[in-house]
Nanobody
């Protein structure tokens, strides 16, 4: 199974983008799905996570109130709606999933990764 992230682009500060993460290889099985991002010269950081049931969502403090994670089980897709984008949101955004029942916001807890989609926000 491979994940494919899409929806990135170059936008102005204050704009919005909807990122998508999906697989075409059958049902996407996960306990939780998450988005991480990595800016040039920086470590990969947690952005948001959602459990399979959709009953639990977690966000990094830097994006809370601006980003929304969601999923559509029937479409095997996880979304990240990004609103009021800021230049500091510029990064490659990666989706990932985990089968761990207990997980943290560390990338090491997530075993399946997509290839990333670039978001560039200009001021």
């Amino acid at each position: 199974v491979q994940l494919q992230a899409s929806g990135g682009g170059t936008v102005q500060a204050g704009d919005s983008l909807r990122l998508s993460c999906q697989t075409s290889e059958g049902p996407l099985d996960y306990v939780a799905a998450a988005w991480f991002r990595q800016a040039p010269g920086k470590e990969r950081e947690f952005v948001a996570a959602i459990n399979w049931r959709g009953s639990s969502r977690n966000y990094a403090s830097s994006v809370k109130g601006r980003f929304t994670i969601s999923r559509n089980i029937a479409k095997n897709t996880v979304y990240l709606q990004t609103n009021n984008l800021k230049p500091e949101d510029t990064a490659i955004y990666y989706c990932a999933t985990t089968l761990r029942q207990r997980y943290t916001d560390s990338p090491v807890d997530f075993s399946l990764w997509g290839q990333g989609t670039l978001v560039t926000v200009s001021s």
